[in-house]
T-cell receptor, first 113, second 117 residues
Framework: SQKIEQNSEALNIQEGKTATLTCNYT??????LQWYRQDPGRGPVFLLL?????KEKRKERLKVTFDTTLKQSLFHITASQPADSATYLC????????????FGAGTRLAVHP | DSGVTQTPKHLITATGQRVTLRCSPR?????VYWYQQSLDQGLQFLIQ???????AKGNILERFSAQQFPDLHSELNLSSLELGDSALYFC????????????????FGPGTRLTVL
């Protein structure tokens, strides 16, 4: 069956450390993968997009990798801050179709001072 | 603020009732997407409209329907409501029909929290 898996348990880290979140998928062939941030009671906010032929993408303190062989994306936040605390969602976009996003359940990140 | 507005913010109703959720996309965006987010199912795509026409369908129940009007706002109609329909309903918009693949960023509204008692 098709699945997208993100760490279901919350990730707790100290301020200043690098947070690494994982997104694994099975039985999908995504053309693109997007990462969103969601704060409690609010809508997701787009962060980064990475294409299947890209290995790595960076934006300020954020870095995303995409390994189509491992069927995995890693999302890194360097020099993390308490304001980075939120739930992070990965979303697959399948090739050949419209822009239908298939979301993972998300990982809650808590950055402690 | 994404520029996408949704009303109402909260809605409490009873089983068997019908409700309408409203979404206004960002200025200039022609695509509207509806998503349902519940605790056990996560964020699920329901349906997409582009410039008034239905473009893609996801896991939308037959009791649910949507439309996009000439002024590009969209409404999601939920009927014969059940307890399990309680969820956050999000609307998102993007400027293009989404046929360019996954490069189209979607801008999400603040959501409508529906509680069915």
């Amino acid at each position: 069956s098709q699945k997208i898996e993100q760490n279901s348990e919350a990730l707790n880290i100290q301020e200043g450390k690098t947070a690494t979140l994982t997104c694994n998928y099975t039985n999908y062939s995504p053309a693109y993968l997007q990462w969103y941030r969601q704060d409690p009671g609010r809508g997701p906010v787009f962060l980064l997009l990475i294409r299947e032929n890209e290995k790595e993408k960076r934006k300020e303190r954020l870095k995303v990798t995409f390994d189509t062989t491992l069927k995995q994306s890693l999302f890194h936040i360097t020099a993390s801050q308490p304001a980075d605390s939120a739930t992070y969602l990965c979303a697959l976009v399948l090739s050949g179709g419209y822009n239908k996003l298939i979301f993972g359940a998300g990982t809650r990140l808590a950055v402690h001072p | 603020d994404s520029g996408v507005t949704q009303t109402p913010k909260h809605l409490i109703t009873a089983t068997g009732q019908r409700v309408t959720l409203r979404c206004s996309p960002r200025s200039g965006d022609l695509s509207v997407y509806w998503y349902q987010q519940s605790l056990d199912q996560g964020l699920q795509f329901l349906i997409q409209y582009y410039n008034g026409e239905e473009r893609a369908k996801g896991n939308i129940l037959e009791r649910f329907s949507a439309q996009q009007f000439p002024d590009l706002h969209s409404e999601l109609n939920l009927s014969s409501l059940e307890l399990g329909d309680s969820a956050l309903y999000f609307c998102a918009s993007s400027p293009t029909p989404g046929t360019g693949g996954g490069t189209d960023t979607q801008y999400f509204g603040p959501g409508t929290r529906l509680t069915v008692l």
